[in-house]
């Protein structure tokens, strides 16, 4: 069955890719471990280069990408366009730091000499979803290829153009052909990608579900993973924080990408004596979101990636109301074409929901009533994911002790969770393991080998 990318703003079929054929994929994986030699022996300074030129493609066609984006996942077109410089920025910060990040360190021992390197590993498969089509493989992909690594990327089948370019900004950056290629295939030929003793690891950022075969096959053959999986962000607000700054940023926080983002803020929780004004000022931000044409310059809000994605994200809805959440504004699919649904926003969620134990992959937000801030801490831990959470409080000393108390990989105090290729990022719990990004991202896929030298 070939793999089919389709227009989600009108519902029409964009392309069709044909699926490797397994002789194909017995020679991208070839090719991937014999080229890798090459790969280890060359240079930091050269791999920086390389880096150095693709960051100028991204930028130089920073538009065409993203009209690439809006087209095969319907994300609007200025978010496509700041995704793609993104992407430029974590290859030049990786072309600037790589080197440092990977130098031997050496160690006082009762050795004449001692010291840790770090080597690169081999191919390393790269599992990729269809949400941030771009920065997902480049926050990744950048980092391991500086490290002398291979990369072979299987992405989501709805954005193979997107695969294909960004496979294309490699080569034209004077990546060899082995070091990045797309591998066109079905889930059962994934498994069997894992298994090979050629490819030395593997990352994945998707559902749980994903991430657990991944790391069952992977882990069967003693190979590490990294894995980015789903979020239910709190979105913490305090009785003293500043309202307006809040739903405002909260607004953001949540129907960025079309409310599809892991690292979206999804449970807003909020303290008592400010519930009712929170909720006013949030729902009018959510209102006044501009929703339609996604290549559109001014459009907030465009469709869902899928129509069974829509589907389950207003499944989700109904079931919430059943349990008791009322709808303060949406809750419907948007009559027109395309995969839209309205922007939605759940008051009076409860623990032990769906809209608050489950990841509500779509723009829907949950208002959660809390006690004090001991409590919100609590509602926000009460959850099986652990990746993102932001807390709005004017007593930032209080905000930073209960960011310690979070149980997630980051927690921002006074703003909404993001991604920076200086910090690591990832997740605890269902939310997966691992970092991506800053040193400790580009340290995941190598060698930590321990050298001792005696005279």
Partial sequence: ???TSTNPATGEQIEQYSLHASDEVEKRLDRAASGFAVNRDRSPAERAERLRRAA???????????????????????????????????????????????????????ATKSYVAYEPLGPILAVMPWNFPFWQLFRFGAPALMAGNSVLLK?????TGCAQAIAEVFREAGFADHELQVLQVDDETVGNVIE????????????????????????????????????????????????????????????????????????????????????????????????GDPTASRTDIGPMAREDLREG???????????????????????????????????????????????????????????????????????????????FTEDVENGERMARQLEVGCAFVNEMTKSDP??????????????????HGIREFVNVKTVWIEE
């Fill in 422 to 439: 200086r910090l690591p990022f990832g997740g605890v719990k269902d939310s997966g393991y691992g970092r991506e990004l800053s040193h």
């Fill in 196 to 291: 090979d003793p050629r490819v030395r690891g593997a990352t994945l950022t998707g559902s749980v579900g994903a991430g657990k075969a991944v790391a069952r096959r992977a882990g069967a053959h003693v190979k590490p993973t990294v894995l980015e999986l789903g979020g239910s962000d709190p979105f913490i607000v305090c009785a003293d924080a500043d309202l307006e700054k809040a739903a405002s940023v909260g607004c953001t926080a949540r129907m960025q990408n079309n409310g599809q983002s892991c690292i979206a803020a999804k449970r807003f929780i909020v303290e008592r004596p400010v519930l009712d004004d929170f909720t006013e000022r949030f729902v009018e931000h959510v209102e006044a979101l501009t929703i």
């Fill in 1 to 3: 069955m070939p793999l």
């Fill in 155 to 159: 992405h989501a089948s709805s954005v």
């Fill in 313 to 391: 994200v207003h499944d989700q809805v109904e079931r919430a109301v059943d349990e008791g959440a009322v709808i303060l504004t949406g809750g419907h699919t948007l009559e027109q074409d395309g995969y839209f649904y309205a922007p939605t926003v759940l008051a009076q969620v409860e623990p032990g929901t769906v809209a608050f134990e489950e990841e509500i992959f779509g723009p829907v937000a949950s208002i959660v009533a809390a006690d004090d801030a001991e409590h919100a801490v609590a509602l926000a831990n009460d959850t099986r994911f652990g990746l993102g959470s932001s807390i």
């Fill in 56 to 110: 100028d493609l991204l930028e130089k066609n920073a538009q065409a990408h993203g009209k690439l984006m809006t087209r095969e996942m319907g994300k609007p077109v200025a978010q496509a366009r700041a995704e793609a410089e993104k992407c430029a920025w974590v290859c030049r910060y990786y072309a600037d730091h790589g080197a440092d990040f990977l130098a031997d360190e050496p160690v006082d021992t009762d």
